[in-house]
């Protein structure tokens, strides 16, 4: 009894995550949306299951084509799944012991933008559906069954990959409430709009207190305030709806984490035994703050562009100079706010340092 207790210890994330996609592969040949198609005076019906979704097929004389967001969506399942296969491979073994985490912070994000990509999938699909819409009236609902199983496995296996990848991150009550309030203000930022574009975004100085979170408390809680929390605040107070969070919050505000992941760095390799008040600790900062507001351009362009395509229908190019337009300029501007401040952020680390990793 004890061995089963220290082996699930071990390996019981990634075991429970296994059995879920074992389920979820069984599964996908169930029901996943039941059409209702008038064609010419005749009415027919069918249900499409997850696999006839992301290869495309016939129905009848009407061919459709694969959905390409639930496409790109099981790919990244699939590779979610390697690399599950993979720790626990080397859990059992007992080898590279000290790369497991980081392989489960890598199917974090994969798993989390799956079950999000899965949770919005109808409008989705109903949008960039066109071979059916063309041929007559299309009335598209789900399939309860296949659709919650399918939903309840990726949240158990985005849990099991959650609690292995954060077991060992503590938040004790300062950080709780210096993080809060950085949010906090990020969020009051996040309204003071510079300027709007025609059809969503704006400049604003919400980047500032985001990118001051990644470097007071490292990588991992930097992701958890900008992307997460902050990400899913924001995206409730802007109204656009929940089918944006995975894209222009999400993977926008990703990017925020890379300040946190360079200065750590530097205190590693560089700082070193340095301490907070010399020059090699200030120009550290400022660099972190550089590599930081470069990685938060790509990703918000990365994910607002993406969303431009599928929501909106823009092309590459169309979605990338849209989005530059505004991206930019509002990561950029909140970027030489903070070097402003690069100063008073040294003084204030002096002051109140927090053991980030």
């Given at each position: 009894m004890e061995k089963l207790k220290e082996f699930l210890k071990k390996c019981g994330s990634e075991l429970f995550s296994l059995i879920f996609a074992?389920?979820?592969?069984g599964c996908g040949v169930l029901p996943?949306?039941?059409?209702?198609?008038?064609?010419?005076?005749?009415?027919t019906s069918a249900n499409v299951s997850f696999y006839n979704i992301v290869t495309g097929g016939?129905?009848?004389?009407?061919?459709?084509?694969?959905?390409?967001f639930f496409t790109m969506c099981f790919i990244f399942f699939l590779v979610a799944i390697i690399l599950v296969s993979l720790i626990f491979i080397l859990e059992i073994t007992k080898k590279f012991e000290n790369i497991i985490p980081k392989l489960n912070g890598a199917i974090l994000l994969i798993l989390v933008s799956?079950?999000?990509?899965?949770?919005?999938?109808?409008?989705?699909?109903?949008?960039?559906?066109?071979?059916?819409?063309?041929?007559?009236?299309?009335?598209?609902?789900?399939?309860?069954l296949g659709f919650t199983i399918e939903l309840i496995c990726l949240f158990f296996m985005t849990i099991c990959s959650i609690r292995r990848t954060f077991e060992n991150i503590t938040f004790n009550v300062k950080d709780l409430v210096e993080i809060s309030?950085?949010?906090?203000?990020?969020?009051?930022?996040?309204q003071v709009k510079l300027f709007k574009m025609p059809t969503g975004g704006s400049v604003n100085l919400a980047g500032i207190p985001l990118l001051i979170i990644a470097l007071r408390h490292g990588p991992v809680k930097g992701f958890i305030a900008s992307s997460l929390i902050f990400g899913l605040l924001s995206c409730l107070i802007d109204g656009y709806g929940f089918?944006?969070?995975?894209?222009?919050?999400?993977?926008?505000?990703?990017?925020?984490?890379?300040?946190?992941?360079?200065?750590?760095?530097?205190?590693?390799?560089l700082?070193?035994?340095n301490p907070v008040k010399s020059n090699i600790y200030l120009v550290s900062l400022i660099c972190s703050l550089l590599i930081g507001g470069i990685f938060v351009i790509i990703t918000r362009v990365i994910g607002s562009s993406l969303s431009s395509m599928i929501f909106y229908g823009y092309d590459l190019k169309g979605a990338f100079i849209y989005n530059i337009g505004y991206v930019g300029v509002s990561a950029a501007i909140s970027c030489v706010c903070d070097l402003a401040?690069?100063?008073p952020i040294q003084m204030i680390n002096s002051l109140y340092p927090v053991n980030s990793k």
């Amino acid at each position: 009894m004890e061995k089963l207790k220290e082996f699930l210890k071990k390996c019981g994330s990634e075991l429970f995550s296994l059995i879920f996609a074992i389920i979820f592969l069984g599964c996908g040949v169930l029901p996943f949306f039941h059409y209702d198609i008038s064609y010419n005076g005749v009415e027919t019906s069918a249900n499409v299951s997850f696999y006839n979704i992301v290869t495309g097929g016939n129905f009848g004389n009407h061919q459709f084509s694969s959905d390409p967001f639930f496409t790109m969506c099981f790919i990244f399942f699939l590779v979610a799944i390697i690399l599950v296969s993979l720790i626990f491979i080397l859990e059992i073994t007992k080898k590279f012991e000290n790369i497991i985490p980081k392989l489960n912070g890598a199917i974090l994000l994969i798993l989390v933008s799956l079950v999000i990509g899965l949770a919005i999938g109808k409008p989705t699909y109903e949008f960039v559906d066109s071979d059916w819409n063309s041929i007559g009236g299309v009335d598209i609902d789900i399939v309860p069954l296949g659709f919650t199983i399918e939903l309840i496995c990726l949240f158990f296996m985005t849990i099991c990959s959650i609690r292995r990848t954060f077991e060992n991150i503590t938040f004790n009550v300062k950080d709780l409430v210096e993080i809060s309030m950085l949010v906090g203000l990020a969020l009051v930022l996040d309204q003071v709009k510079l300027f709007k574009m025609p059809t969503g975004g704006s400049v604003n100085l919400a980047g500032i207190p985001l990118l001051i979170i990644a470097l007071r408390h490292g990588p991992v809680k930097g992701f958890i305030a900008s992307s997460l929390i902050f990400g899913l605040l924001s995206c409730l107070i802007d109204g656009y709806g929940f089918q944006f969070f995975p894209f222009d919050y999400f993977i926008a505000f990703s990017g925020y984490a890379f300040a946190g992941i360079a200065f750590s760095l530097f205190k590693k390799y560089l700082i070193k035994d340095n301490p907070v008040k010399s020059n090699i600790y200030l120009v550290s900062l400022i660099c972190s703050l550089l590599i930081g507001g470069i990685f938060v351009i790509i990703t918000r362009v990365i994910g607002s562009s993406l969303s431009s395509m599928i929501f909106y229908g823009y092309d590459l190019k169309g979605a990338f100079i849209y989005n530059i337009g505004y991206v930019g300029v509002s990561a950029a501007i909140s970027c030489v706010c903070d070097l402003a401040l690069s100063k008073p952020i040294q003084m204030i680390n002096s002051l109140y340092p927090v053991n980030s990793k």
